[in-house]
Structures are given as structure tokens and as C-alpha cells.
């Protein structure tokens, strides 16, 4: 099971990027789908998730900039960043929470990260 990231860039404040993570491999269900992000000297922190349902959670910072959302038949999160700034520079990780196998194992996977760089 992997995730593919990609979408990160260079852009300037106040403009927008979108993220992708699509999921392959062998595996009967994703559950939660997340973006975490981690800038030089600081932890990896959880910026959106959103459920098998639909339902997100956001980190305060990105609420009402960030959206993300999920499309279920092509196995991929998206996460559109709208007024970057540059507080929001950080490689952005994706994660997602599988059931693997016939007897629905429960499996964390981590994508590789994409770069996103904001300037001023």
C-alpha cells in the first residue's frame, strides 16, 4: 500500500496551491485521510483531516484558508490552500488509515511529502 504526493510548489503570498495523495496498492478500505505538515525545526503537525464520511477537522491556523476533501473512487485526499502565507512553508506530508486484507488489518501509511514554499 502507498501514497503518492505531489502538488507542492513555489508560490507567493496570498496565492493558492492544491495538494494530491493518491492511494494504490492492495487494500479493502481507507479510513481517515489526513495533511500534516513540517517546516525545519519543528514537529510534523496535523493540518486537515477528513473521515470515510466526509467530515474534516482543521487546524486553527489553516481554518477558512485550507479545504480538504476526498474523492473515494480514485483512492485520492486533496488539500486547496487558499492566502498562503509564509508561516505555511513546510514539506506536507499525506497519511491515511487502511483496512488491508480479508481480515480488515488496520494499516497507517505515510506519502513521501511535497515541498511547499510560500514567499513574501
Known amino acids: 500500500v502507498q501514497l503518492q504526493a505531489s502538488g507542492g510548489g513555489l508560490v507567493q503570498a496570498g496565492g493558492s496551491l492544491t495538494l494530491s495523495c493518491a492511494a494504490s496498492g492492495g487494500f479493502r478500505f481507507i479510513n481517515d485521510m489526513r495533511w500534516y505538515r513540517q517546516a525545519p525545526g519543528n514537529p510534523r503537525d496535523l493540518v486537515a483531516e477528513v473521515s470515510a464520511g466526509g467530515a474534516t477537522n482543521y487546524a486553527q491556523s489553516v481554518k477558512d484558508r485550507f479545504t480538504i476533501s476526498r474523492d473515494n473512487a480514485k483512492n485520492t485526499v486533496y488539500l486547496r490552500m487558499n492566502d498562503l502565507k509564509p508561516a505555511d512553508s513546510a514539506v506536507y506530508y499525506c497519511?491515511?488509515?487502511?483496512?488491508?486484507?480479508?481480515?480488515?488489518?488496520?494499516?497507517?501509511?505515510w506519502g513521501q511529502g511535497t515541498q511547499v514554499t510560500v514567499s513574501s
Open positions: 497519511n491515511a488509515d487502511f483496512l488491508v486484507s480479508s481480515a480488515n488489518i488496520p494499516m497507517s501509511v
